[in-house]
């Protein structure tokens, strides 16, 4: 049963023009949420996160937004460049917990010349 | 400051054999993960450690993994004896504080072929 849905495998933006990717969860204890990105052969590296008090958080080219009633959050990048091709990982933590990721399938962003 | 390294990079074994990947952290932090990624699937969590004790455990798919963090710095994780299905990339990751939330840094994975 995924917790976190990634629902488009991959995604295909021309450079310069705004990314949105996407990320639906289904349990509300997650209050902590974050974007990871992955070159191939590489670990997934952190990008940006949330917290559940937020709707927005903002670093540089990316932002983040959470829906909490509608338990989505999207992320967008703007302007879009070529170096931004790859693997997307949304992911939420229940951080009253243990801490453990909890990740989506990932989404391919393609940057197109 | 080094990333949160893993040995080997690589490993191809067959069925039956026994496979042990290792992890660095980055120094200083006591928070110490394993997660996994079967192909095609999302990256899963397999265990916990705060320094040389094991916090949550949940994640281990059976008892034919045994992960362990003597001493608290370094973690190896063993597959005995290892299975077609245990096939994939496993990600060790770090973070500093053991109270409240902190970003959790991956290291580059060992992807591990069982044949």
């Known amino acids: 049963d995924q917790q976190v849905k990634q629902n488009s495998p991959s995604l295909s933006v021309q450079e310069g023009r705004i990314s949105i990717l996407n990320c639906d969860y289904t349990n509300s204890m997650f209050d902590y949420f974050l974007w990871y990105k992955k070159y191939p052969a590489e670990g997934p590296t952190f990008l940006i996160s949330i917290s559940s008090i937020k709707d927005k958080n903002e670093d540089g080219r990316f932002t983040v937004f959470l829906n909490k009633s509608a338990k989505h959050l999207s992320l967008h990048i703007v302007p879009s460049q070529p170096g931004d091709s790859a693997v997307y990982f949304c992911a939420a933590s229940a951080t009253g917990g243990d801490d453990k990721i909890i990740f989506g399938k990932g989404t391919r962003l393609h940057i197109l010349p | 400051e080094a990333g949160v390294t893993q040995f080997p990079s690589h490993s191809v074994i067959e069925k039956g054999q026994t496979v042990t990947l290792r992890c660095d952290p980055i120094s200083g932090h006591d928070n110490l993960y394993w997660y996994r990624r079967v192909m095609g699937k999302e990256i899963k969590f397999l265990l916990h450690?705060?320094?040389?004790?094991?916090?949550?455990e949940s994640g281990m798919p059976n008892n034919r993994f045994l992960a362990e963090r003597t001493g608290g710095t370094y973690s190896t994780l063993k597959v005995q004896p290892a299975e077609l299905e245990d096939s994939g990339v496993y990600f060790c990751?770090?973070?500093?504080?053991?109270?409240?939330?902190?970003?959790?840094?991956f290291g580059p994975g060992t992807r591990l072929t069982v044949l």
């Open positions: 990751a770090s973070s500093r504080q053991t109270s409240g939330w902190d970003t959790q840094y």
């Open positions: 450690f705060v320094k040389e004790s094991k916090q949550d």
